[in-house]
């Protein structure tokens, strides 16, 4: 493919996500009251909205969280956890879920559908990600023994969950703020600049 065939657009978006996937990396073995508070919902809603075609709106987001998941394997955790953490699957069908919620809901841009994609994607990934930690046999923190398998011992889980789960969502919220508000600032300027040209 020649320069001048390549999309600037898919450029731009394609820098976005790779350096919004590199903030997760230096805090990622961190516990700290802003655990969660991470790119990755934004990631997939910012995919699903933009890249025009289905596979390119699963693939791009997947392929940055695997490579960012990689490197925190690598450089954070010294390959302690193997190539990726346990349950990674859930995490990454939870991932494809948002990215397919950013096509749904976002079909124009406007702060309103960030804002309720961000919510939708946001329970979802509590919903898939606390689920495959109950199934993975997790730790009651009231009693630091394992958790019961029943719906108590399911619903002590998403107890459990709920504070990562307010700044998974918050930082959804930020995150695509800077997102959106980037790339929908460059293609205003774009289309400026064309029109510009054009007269």
């Given at each position: ?8 657009k898919l450029v731009v978006l394609v ?15 961190q516990m700290t009251p802003i655990s ?164």
């Amino acid at each position: 493919m020649s320069i001048q065939k390549i999309n600037p657009k898919l450029v731009v978006l394609v820098i976005i996500m790779l350096a919004v996937a590199a903030i997760r990396i230096p805090n990622s073995a961190q516990m700290t009251p802003i655990s969660n508070f991470t790119p990755i919902g934004a990631m997939g809603l910012f995919g699903g909205a933009y890249f025009s075609k289905s596979w390119k709106a699963m693939l791009f987001p997947l392929l940055t969280l695997l490579i960012s998941d990689l490197l925190i394997q690598y450089f954070v955790f010294h390959g302690k956890y193997g190539i990726l953490y346990g349950g990674w699957y859930y995490i990454y069908a939870g991932f494809l879920l948002i990215s397919f919620i950013g096509k749904w809901m976002i079909t124009k841009v406007t702060i309103t559908r960030v804002l309720s994609a961000a919510i939708v994607a946001s329970l979802t990934h509590w919903a898939i990600a606390d689920f495959s930690v109950w199934l993975g046999g997790g730790i009651d923190l009231r009693t630091m023994q394992p958790l019961s398998r029943d719906w108590a011992g399911l619903l002590q889980t998403y107890v459990q969950g709920f504070p990562f789960m307010k700044n998974f969502l918050m930082g959804t919220l930020a995150y695509s703020g800077i997102m959106f508000g980037i790339f929908e600032w460059y293609s205003k300027r774009e289309t400026k600049q064309a029109n510009a040209l054009a007269q």
